[in-house]
T-cell receptor, first 116, second 110 residues
Framework: DADVTQTPRNRITKTGKRIMLECSQTKGHDRMYWYRQDPGLGLRLIYYSFDVKDINKGEISDGYSVSRQAQAKFSLSLESAIPNQTALYFC???????????????FGEGSRLTVL | RKEVEQDPGPFNVPEGATVAFNCTYS??????FFWYRQDCRKEPKLLMSVYSSGNEDGRFTAQLNRASQYISLLIRDSKLSDSATYLC???????????FGTGTRLQVFP
């Protein structure tokens, strides 16, 4: 089983619908992230959480919300999906290397979302 | 100017060739640097960290040039299995945020 699991893996929906992408991890990491990837734009950070009570906006948080239900679970919601939110979404976790003040990111397999 | 810039490629090289990618970053305060590899339709995975003194892992060598604000990745004796997109990642010490480049695509042919 994967250490970082995302559901659903693929989803097609219509404009205006509410969508939730879920992420769970078995690595025991405190830090969790949501990224989206678009061709030519690379990976962009939507939201991140350093522990259950800590939620932070990334560079492109508008139109998204998150919930950190437990250390192992971090979900991303699109309250009213729009076509330009069509993208590949990745959840990731990391531990903290205090030497570098960051840590290796472990990604889920991705959730491909299409908004018609 | 983007915080992290990479040549998107593709770099098409024959098996056995040596190939190098550069990545420039704009924030002189950046402290940590990494190369990630992403196969087509897969998730990114850490390839190697980049240390100030440079580091080598088998056929892969990473270098950091702080004065010119770029990092490089050198792949020797390319294999077909090296075909992938290579993502440059930079972080600032005081923000904990990882900034990804758009990636450089490598295609190794027989």
């Amino acid at each position: 089983d994967a250490d970082v699991t995302q559901t659903p893996r693929n989803r097609i929906t219509k404009t205006g619908k509410r969508i939730m992408l879920e992420c769970s991890q078995t690595k025991g990491h405190d830090r969790m992230y949501w990224y989206r990837q678009d061709p030519g734009l690379g990976l962009r950070l939507i939201y991140y959480s350093f522990d259950v009570k800590d939620i932070n906006k990334g560079e492109i948080s508008d139109g998204y919300s998150v919930s950190r239900q437990a250390q192992a679970k971090f979900s991303l919601s699109l309250e009213s999906a729009i076509p330009n939110q069509t993208a590949l979404y990745f959840c990731a976790t990391s531990d903290l290397d205090r030497t570098t003040n960051t840590g290796e990111l472990f990604f889920g397999e991705g959730s491909r979302l299409t908004v018609l | 100017r983007k915080e992290v810039e990479q040549d998107p490629g593709p770099f098409n090289v024959p098996e056995g060739a040596t190939v190098a990618f550069n990545c420039t970053y704009s924030n002189s305060a950046s402290q940590s640097f990494f190369w990630y590899r992403q196969d087509c339709r897969k998730e990114p995975k850490l390839l190697m960290s980049v240390y100030s003194s440079g580091n080598e892992d088998g056929r892969f060598t990473a270098q950091l040039n702080r004065a010119s604000q770029y990092i490089s990745l050198l792949i020797r004796d390319s294999k077909l299995s090296d075909s992938a997109t290579y993502l440059c990642v930079v972080t600032s010490h005081n923000t904990d945020k990882l900034i990804f480049g758009t990636g450089t695509r490598l295609q190794v042919f027989p």
